[in-house]
């Protein structure tokens, strides 16, 4: 019996002792995927490069503990590009699925190797005979790179692309630039699993994707919400609400297409400052709305603080203006519309909720007052929290030089035309739909 439990208490040491292999195939946190995609006559040529340490589950044949055995390993470098990288894409030419592809060439790099800053480089570079077996190759610090050709009908087509990389990484960022036929190159920073990305849309397909995109960024946004909703607290009138949702709108929508043409400052403190001045708004809103809410002057300060929401939204729709492809102007404008389809289902569901409170709950001035406080405490402490952000930065002068000159001449003439539109809606409509109101009350 004695010697049974020490056999038992020695094999127990010796599994807590032994170091596990697994360490050493642990899911990378962060990986990186660089990607090409170049339709070459009848071929889809594409190149990806991926760390040789997110192929997990895979024993490598070494020469020494943690050295690759380069030439040893040629199958199972084939094998890891058929089943983690070939195996996890979904090309599409127009609705058309393409079949598996031919693996053309499949090589290790040091992590040293700059050749994926082109494709001409990359292609040369992957393409060349592999690397000696006499170097020291450390397998956790290497680079897999691969040449994928998948057969298509025409360089002209539209293709569409689906990298799931996931099973590389906890995160994956895949860095993807498309080299069309006589069209500048296009470049794509994609996270994660981001579905079927368009290299090329066609622009309805752009828009599309841009109102979908609008409708729930204004349904995600609680700061734009609460901003809409102390703009209608006071005024539940449909005239009133148009009036005042449209100055919004056309607000909103100049600085928006603006930023996108890039118009707006590109230094670090201009973000924090503009979610500032959108939490400022909503506390300003609010103490109106408990003073003296007035609808002539509404449409004014809402016009106002249009132009500040819109640089907002300009800040999340950055990153997605790589799906417009040549339709920027086109998305831009289908985004709005998104935003506007959003605000109209917000306005359909607020105003019948806030009457029946008033009508039954509580005093209209009562309850003026009382949701306007609430949205107001929010609004403060976003306020104080995004201005203690917006304070760390250091805010320099701008350089008076011809660029500043000409853009500052660009915003004048924008100003101008904002300017102009708004008097012929607000001031020339706006007369007209008042003398037939006052027509209308004389006659009854």
């Known amino acids: 019996m004695m010697c049974h439990r020490r056999f038992a208490v020695l094999i127990t040491l010796l599994v807590v002792l032994t170091p596990a292999r697994s360490v050493a195939h642990e899911i990378p946190s962060d990986v990186l995927v660089q990607m090409f995609v170049k ?51 979904e090309i599409l030419e127009g609705d058309r699925r393409l079949d598996q592809p031919r693996i053309a060439a499949v090589k290790v790099s040091l992590p040293a190797d700059r050749s994926f800053d082109s494709y001409d480089q990359a292609l040369l570079h992957v393409t060349a005979p592999p690397l000696p077996d006499t170097l020291d190759f450390v397998t956790q610090q290497g680079m897999l790179d691969a040449l994928l050709e998948y057969t298509i009908q025409s360089p002209e087509s539209a293709f569409s692309i689906h990298p799931d990389f996931m099973m590389l990484g906890v995160t994956v960022q895949t860095t993807l630039r498309f080299l069309a036929p006589n069209r500048p190159e296009r470049a794509f920073s ?38 809409l909703f102390c703009l209608i607290i006071p005024f539940r009138r449909l005239r009133t609400l148009v009036l005042i949702v449209t100055s919004f709108t056309l607000a909103h929508s100049v600085t928006l297409i603006a930023s996108a043409y890039g118009m707006a400052p590109g230094a670090l403190w201009f973000p924090p400052l503009v979610e500032t001045l959108i939490a400022t708004s909503i506390v300003y809103m609010a103490l109106e709305n408990i003073v003296s809410p007035r609808v002539e002057r509404r449409w004014i300060i809402t016009f106002a603080f249009g132009l500040v929401h819109g640089f907002g939204f300009s800040f999340a729709l950055r990153e997605s203006l790589q799906f417009a492809g040549s339709h920027l102007l086109t998305s ?26 008033f009508r039954y709950v509580v005093a209209e001035r009562i309850g003026i007052i009382i949701l306007s406080a609430f949205a107001a405490h929010s609004g403060w402490h976003w306020m104080t929290e995004r201005f203690a952000a917006f304070s760390r930065y250091r805010i320099e002068m701008p350089v008076f030089d011809a660029a500043f000159l000409a853009l500052s001449l660009r915003w004048m003439m924008l100003l101008v035309i904002v300017a102009f539109a708004a008097w012929l809606i607000f001031g020339v409509f706006g007369d007209v739909s008042r003398k037939r109101s006052k027509e209308a009350n004389t006659f009854h």
């Open 190 to 227: 994609l996270h994660n699993d981001p579905g079927l990305v368009r290299l090329d849309p066609r622009w309805f397909q752009a828009a599309g994707r841009f109102v979908v995109e609008g409708f729930f960024h204004i349904l995600d946004g609680a700061d734009h919400l609460l901003f």
């Open 332 to 357: 831009l404008v289908s985004f709005n519309a998104g935003v506007e389809l959003g605000q109209i289902l917000v306005l359909l569901v607020l105003v019948p909720l806030v009457g029946a409170l």
């Open 39 to 89: 339709p070459d006559g009848e071929r889809l040529r594409v190149l990806v490069r991926v760390p040789l340490r997110s192929i997990t589950e895979t024993e490598w044949p070494e020469t020494r503990p943690g050295l690759l055995d380069i030439s040893g390993a040629a199958s199972q470098l084939r094998a890891a590009v058929l089943t983690k990288i070939a195996g996890q894409l």
